[in-house]
């Protein structure tokens, strides 16, 4: 009886101990006790549904981690569930870890109930249940809002900014632009000390004081005779191979590609009726369709690769837009630059209305005839948008296929697009951001010398550096007139891909961090079971980490990639809250461009 009282007493004395190191005094023993209090926020009825499902849709929420001292983990069993009248639960959703006052973006699957149409607006009661790990069950709940089911989208604005990209496109993170077409034959765009897109050779040759010279070029080289209809003749495409271009893309680690199929040039190279444009490579050159020689090989060959297709909705000099008429794109006929006499506008249909007439259909062609997954338009301007993309993503649906639109359509679109640019800070607004590996173009430009091209180091560090605030990288080739591309390019892409491939699951289908970017030359990237440090230099013996990770005494951390990949390296948490990562030398010298490191939750 004595003695199991004085049990007690001691059993008394570490309860409270740990009470009061999980209030801060002596080792910290954050895992043994259930955050108080979470909140929700942010939650949606988003327009997508789980790939490869009867249309599940997806509310997404954050969740936040408002207690001020103690961490939800995996023994907290988070599990996140709906109520509704008008839904039903498929999946419900969880989190393995959530440090105090981080958050994290959580998806749960719900259908429509059969008396639900969808597309109806309703409501519904999310509910976050937790603390298995305390035997004291907690939960918090939101109410959200909104269309119910994946309903039909309409021509107008509003219906389509419902739309987001989907998750496909946000797990794909990297992707490979072509820039090919009639410009490839001059391939020019130079002036020393920089350039200027050489796709825009047209363009720069009306005008005589703009920098890159072109129009004076043009002369020396071909004479004031030949007219840029003339390069068609050496848009020979004689060792275009779409099987090397994809064969390329898929080295190169990317997981989507985006030819152009029709630049501001107005020259197609892809089918559409001959009663709305000849304008193509289908009707003069080469005669042939590189657009479906590229998808379709695509399709059967890389089925994992997503296909896309670049079109500008204007075009410089067609007759029929001078109507349209806005910024740099004034509509034609075109002229001689040098004599001034209108010329002709090769394989130019006098239809009634550029828009409706050649616009739209070329458009519709690309997404039912070519199946394409994103539609990335270039320019805006004059277009029938809503019809186009209403009527697209309702019979993509049909289909069971998620597909997504830039932001240059005339609409808000999916994510926008910086050109050249990147953003300093992460950006919650889905966005991919887009460049040429030439430093200054996005056509191939033959003055470019070798050493200015991205190198493989300088394109892992921009896929990382954009991943970990939320982008994609669009990195645009430009191939020869001849189909072929240089090796330059071609070389530098493979590096990069041998380091994407080996970092793959740092980078493929991550999310950003809620709470920063990274810091200094940290950048930091997570899924849901594991987060990912990237060291952007060699690091040194050590890595100092001042940013709130979420890594907990005990936890895993290895190295991601390189010739060490999978050995644990030791972490500590210092006394000011900072934490140290002890490399060592051949951890540091084991990897290359980026080092990476993974905490599993
Ligand atoms: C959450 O909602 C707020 C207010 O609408 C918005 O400013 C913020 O960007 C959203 N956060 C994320 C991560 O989407
Ligand atoms: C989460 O809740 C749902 C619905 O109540 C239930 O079916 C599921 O088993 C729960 N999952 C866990 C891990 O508790
Ligand atoms: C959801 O809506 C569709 C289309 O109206 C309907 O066929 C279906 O029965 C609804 N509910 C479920 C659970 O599928
Ligand atoms: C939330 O917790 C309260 C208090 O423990 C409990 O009464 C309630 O039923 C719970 N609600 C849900 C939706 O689990
Ligand atoms: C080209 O170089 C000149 C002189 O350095 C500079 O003023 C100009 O902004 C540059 N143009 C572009 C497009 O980079
Ligand atoms: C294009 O073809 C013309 C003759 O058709 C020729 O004079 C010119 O050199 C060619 N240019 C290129 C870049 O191949
Ligand atoms: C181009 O498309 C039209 C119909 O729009 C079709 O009649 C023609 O055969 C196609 N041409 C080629 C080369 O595919
Ligand atoms: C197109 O046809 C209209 C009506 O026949 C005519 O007025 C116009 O000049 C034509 N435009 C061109 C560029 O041929
Ligand atoms: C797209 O077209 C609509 C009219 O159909 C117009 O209101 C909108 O301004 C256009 N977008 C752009 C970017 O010009
Ligand atoms: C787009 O389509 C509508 C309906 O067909 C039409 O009235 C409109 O003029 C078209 N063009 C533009 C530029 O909006
Ligand atoms: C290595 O140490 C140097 C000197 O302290 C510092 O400038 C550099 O940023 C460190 N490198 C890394 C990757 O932390």
């Given amino acids: 009886m004595f003695f199991v009282v004085k049990l007690g007493l001691i059993v008394g004395f570490w309860q409270y101990l740990c009470a009061q190191t999980a209030l801060g005094y002596g080792i910290p023993r954050k895992d043994l006790d259930s955050p108080g209090t979470l909140a929700i926020s942010n939650a949606t009825f988003t327009s997508k549904w789980i790939e490869g499902t009867d249309l599940v849709q997806i509310i997404e929420m954050i969740i936040e981690n408002t207690d001020s001292t103690n961490w939800l983990t995996t023994s907290d069993k988070l599990n996140v569930t709906v109520v509704s009248d008008s839904v039903n639960l498929v999946q419900p959703g969880t989190l393995l870890r959530l440090r105090p006052g981080d958050r994290a973006i959580v998806q749960v699957g719900v259908k429509n109930k059969s008396n639900v149409s969808p597309g109806t607006t309703c409501s519904a009661t999310v509910v976050a249940n937790w603390g298995s790990a305390s035997g004291n069950l907690r939960n918090t709940t939101a109410t959200v809002t909104g269309p119910c089911g994946i309903g039909n989208y309409v021509s107008t604005d509003g219906s389509l900014?419902?739309?987001?990209?989907?998750?496909?496109?946000?797990?794909?993170?990297?992707?490979i632009f072509f820039?090919?077409?009639?410009?490839?034959?001059?391939?020019?765009?130079?002036?020393?000390?920089?350039?200027?897109?050489?796709?825009?050779?047209?363009?720069?040759?009306?005008?005589?004081?703009?920098?890159?010279?072109?129009?004076?070029?043009?002369?020396?080289?071909?004479?004031?005779?030949?007219?840029?209809?003339?390069?068609?003749?050496?848009?020979?495409?004689?060792?275009?191979?779409?099987?090397?271009?994809?064969?390329?893309?898929?080295?190169?680690?990317?997981?989507?590609?985006?030819?152009?199929?029709?630049?501001?040039?107005?020259?197609?190279?892809?089918?559409f009726s001959a009663s709305v444009s000849k304008r193509s490579s289908v009707h003069y050159g080469p005669k042939r369709d590189f657009i479906k020689e590229l998808l379709s090989t695509a399709k059967t060959d890389y089925p994992h690769l997503r296909r896309g297709t670049y079109f500008s909705l204007p075009e410089w000099y067609n007759p029929l837009y001078t109507k349209y008429a806005q910024g740099e794109f004034l509509g034609g006929p075109p002229t001689n630059p040098y004599?001034?006499?209108?010329?002709?506008?090769?394989?130019?249909?006098?239809?009634?209305?550029?828009?409706?007439?050649?616009?739209?259909?070329?458009m519709e062609a690309l997404a039912y005839d070519y199946e394409t997954e994103i539609m990335w338009c270039d320019i805006g301007g004059a277009n029938n948008s809503t019809i186009l993309m209403s009527a697209w993503l309702n019979w993509a649906r049909g289909q069971g296929r998620q597909v997504a639109f830039n932001n240059r359509c005339g609409l808000k679109g999916d994510y926008d697009t910086p050109e050249y640019q990147t953003n300093a800070n992460t950006v919650a607004r889905k966005w991919e951001s887009t460049r040429g590996m030439d430093p200054f173009s996005f056509g191939y430009n033959y003055m470019t010398p070798d050493d200015q091209y991205l190198t493989g180091y300088e394109i892992v560090?921009?896929?990382?550096?954009?991943?970990?605030?939320?982008?994609?990288?669009?990195?645009?080739?430009?191939?020869?007139?001849?189909?072929?591309?240089?090796?330059?390019?071609?070389?530098?892409?493979?590096d990069a891909g041998t380091w994407i491939k080996a970092h793959a699951e740092s980078i493929y289908s991550t999310r950003y961090w809620l709470t920063t970017a990274g810091t200094g030359n940290l950048r930091y990237t997570t899924t849901a079971e594991a987060f990912y440090i990237h060291v952007l230099s060699q690091p040194n013996a050590t890595v100092t980490i001042s940013d709130p990770i979420p890594y907990l005494a005990g936890d895993s951390v290895t190295v991601v990639g390189g010739s060490l990949a999978g050995k644990a390296v030791p972490m500590t948490e210092n006394s000011d809250g900072t934490y140290t990562l002890t490399v060592g030398s051949d951890v540091a010298a084991a990897d290359k461009y980026v080092w990476t490191f993974r905490i599993v939750y």
Avoid at 161 to 175: I, L, M, R, T, V
Avoid at 192 to 205: G, I, L, V
Avoid at 210 to 217: A, I, K, L, P
């Fill in 161 to 175: 900014e419902f739309h987001s990209s989907p998750d496909w496109f946000n797990d794909a993170k990297y992707g």
């Fill in 179 to 271: 820039h090919w077409g009639l410009y490839s034959a001059p391939a020019y765009g130079y002036i020393q000390p920089n350039e200027s897109y050489a796709e825009w050779y047209w363009k720069r040759q009306h005008d005589p004081t703009y920098e890159t010279h072109t129009y004076q070029y043009h002369l020396e080289t071909y004479g004031e005779s030949f007219n840029y209809d003339d390069f068609v003749s050496n848009f020979t495409a004689s060792k275009f191979d779409p099987r090397s271009w994809l064969e390329l893309i898929d080295a190169a680690g990317a997981q989507y590609f985006v030819p152009v199929t029709k630049h501001h040039d107005g020259f197609a190279l892809f089918n």
């Fill in 339 to 362: 004599t001034g006499e209108t010329i002709e506008y090769t394989g130019f249909v006098n239809v009634s209305d550029f828009v409706t007439d050649i616009q739209l259909p070329q």
């Fill in 461 to 494: 560090q921009a896929v990382v550096d954009i991943v970990s605030k939320n982008g994609n990288f669009l990195l645009d080739v430009g191939p020869r007139n001849d189909g072929s591309i240089a090796d330059i390019m071609v070389a530098n892409l493979r």
